[in-house]
């Protein structure tokens, strides 16, 4: 069922069902993050492992405090800054979510989503809410309705709010003291919080040491096809190929199908046309092999080659 009817769509949060959501960067799979039975269907249709904690999503200030334990000054300016928006931070958790959003960590990544469908849902429902992204675990993210209705055919509901804006998860960020560490990339970069709060936070650039977030799995976000990263300029594609690229300037090969996800390389379109893209190749029954050009790795181009490397990560030579 896709609808605009939010009542409908809050009685089933309230209720312990799943309703499928626009954000700003990908849709969401939503439940109660406060029912731990409404929660648990959240795995069972993405066929998610349980321990890979959820973000919770909040509508307002109140529930930061609500959800989280010995928030800092620091934190709150933060979230004030960069709130509504694609930022997630993780933070101690209170004793008011259940262990199985959070899959048993004393931490809980929360987010308030720049998208006033997703903020019109949660004050409508009256709780905060749970959401991974709406896809089955390890494939395509989804950034329009159709993507979420071709993985996840029996999700009680889909709110349709059309193509989402930024097209990639959020920055996720583990903040103690100090310290902040960049756990997953995203829209929002080291430079920008640096930028925004001079001197204020330390940088952890060591990996962590478990897994703590997705951003640690070699291989996630992939499509149903074999995908290369092109790295040789000039080479001749396989036929039965489709071709990503960001820039129309770039005319070094050629193939079946090519789509080009900005015309100038302008990394905010990339970001916002990546999944979109990597869907459409998927669906083509004329694409065999997906191609796709890598993006300098700087700023968005972080995240988004994080994105790329991952969804490409069984098709390329790997030293580890
Ligand atoms: O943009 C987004 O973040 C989207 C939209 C729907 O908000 N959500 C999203 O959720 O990407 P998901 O579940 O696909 O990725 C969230 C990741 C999890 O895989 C998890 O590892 C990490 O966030 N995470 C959640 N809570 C955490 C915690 N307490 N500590 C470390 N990582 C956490
Ligand atoms: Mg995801």
């Known amino acids: 069922m896709t609808n605009n ?60 405090e609500q959800l989280t334990s010995g928030t800092g000054e620091n934190v709150v300016r933060l979230a004030k800054h960069f709130w509504p928006g694609p930022l997630t931070i993780v933070l101690p958790k209170s004793d008011k979510v259940p262990d199985i959003v959070t899959s048993g960590l004393p931490t809980v990544g929360i987010r308030m989503p720049d998208n006033p469908t997703a903020l019109e849902l949660i004050r409508s429902s009256g709780c905060p809410i749970a959401a991974p992204s709406a896809n089955k675990f390890g494939q395509l993210s989804p950034v329009s309705a159709s993507h979420v209705k071709k993985q996840l055919p029996n999700v009680d509901y889909v709110l349709d709010g059309g193509a989402t804006s930024v097209g990639i ?40 040491e478990k897994l703590v977030s997705p951003g640690l799995l070699k291989s996630h976000y992939s499509p149903k096809k074999p995908l290369y990263i092109l790295n040789e300029a000039g080479k001749s594609l396989p036929e039965a190929s489709g071709l990503i690229l960001h820039s129309a300037t770039n005319n070094a090969y050629t193939a079946g199908k090519v789509i080009y996800t900005s015309q100038t390389g302008n990394m905010v379109e990339v970001a916002a046309n990546l999944f979109a893209a990597l869907h459409t190749m998927e ?37 580890n």
């Open 5 to 64: 009817n939010m009542s409908k769509a809050a009685q089933i949060i309230r209720e312990g069902g799943l309703v499928a959501f626009p954000t700003e960067t990908v849709y969401g799979l939503g439940a109660n993050a406060l029912d731990p039975y409404a929660v648990a269907k959240i795995f069972a249709l993405k066929e998610r492992p349980s321990f890979d904690p959820l973000i919770v999503h909040i509508a307002s200030f109140d529930d930061l």
């Open 169 to 208: 998860e959020s920055t996720i960020v583990s903040i103690e003291g100090d310290t902040c560490q960049l756990l997953r990339p995203g829209f929002i970069t080291q430079e920008d919080i640096e930028q925004a709060f001079p001197g204020t936070f330390v940088f952890n650039q060591s990996k962590p």
């Open 283 to 319: 669906e083509d029954a004329h694409v065999k092999n997906i191609f796709i050009e890598p993006v300098v790795e700087k700023g968005l181009g972080m995240a988004i080659m994080d994105r790329v490397k991952k969804a490409a990560y069984q098709y390329n030579n790997h030293t």
